[in-house]
């Protein structure tokens, strides 16, 4: 089982829709958790980062986390074409460390 | 300031050949980091440098890669013997190295070995 998991194959969302990005992580210890945004042939760039359950909203932008059920997801409001990107989910381990799922691609249809 | 810089940006070898990559970190930041990402891969951990501990290097795939961090900032991955398998974009990021720290990449060095 990997550490971090994403759903595969790529998300197509029109624009103005909600797209929305699911993680599900294995080590009950991991406490911390990060979304990044990578653009072809970029470096990751943060996202937004969330430690409690919950929900976190910053600007179009909300993170939701349930220890419980170790799943972490990402939702982007009234998508733009500029969100077309591919998004990293990552689980802080020990050391710091981050394990990272393979990522989604999402595409917005203008 | 300045992000995290990284050189070369790209570099071609050939099989065989030992291969430097440099990491700058942010000014400040004590904690460093280095990951490879393969084509259609996540990004997968290498090393890890805090201050002056021992870095943490279980993630290194092979007694072919190595790692150091000079003055507790400047950081250089080597990896000798190159194998076409190591072809990929090795990233650096660094962080202030609290626990939750947010860790920031560079741009990354994409090598391929020919």
């Known amino acids: 089982q990997k550490e971090v998991e994403q759903n595969s194959g790529p998300l197509s969302v029109p624009e103005g829709a909600i797209a929305s990005l699911n993680c599900t992580y294995s080590d009950r210890g991991s406490q911390s958790f990060f979304w990044y945004r990578q653009y072809s042939g970029k470096s990751p760039e943060l996202i937004m980062f969330?430690?409690?359950?919950g929900d976190k909203e910053d600007g179009r932008f909300t993170a939701q986390l349930n220890k419980a059920s170790q799943y972490v997801s990402l939702l982007i409001r009234d998508s733009q074409p500029s969100d077309s990107a591919t998004y990293l989910c990552a689980a802080q381990r020990g050391n710091n460390r981050l394990a990272f799922g393979k990522g989604n691609q999402v595409v917005v249809i203008p | 300031g300045a992000g995290v810089s990284q050189s070369p940006s790209n570099k071609v070898t050939e099989k065989g050949k030992d291969v430097e990559l440099r990491c700058d970190p942010i000014?400040?930041?004590?904690?460093l980091y280095w990951y490879r990402q393969s084509l259609g891969q996540g990004l997968e951990f290498l090393i890890y440098f805090q201050g002056n501990s021992a870095p943490d290097k279980s993630g290194l795939p092979s007694d072919r890669f190595s790692a150091e961090r000079t003055g507790g900032s400047v950081s250089t991955l080597t990896i000798q013997r190159t194998q076409q398998e190591d072809s990929a974009v090795y990233l650096c990021a660094s962080s202030g190295g609290g626990a939750q720290e947010t860790q920031y990449f560079g741009p990354g060095t994409r090598l391929l070995v020919l």
């Open positions: 969330i430690y409690s359950n």
């Open positions: 000014s400040g930041h004590t904690a």
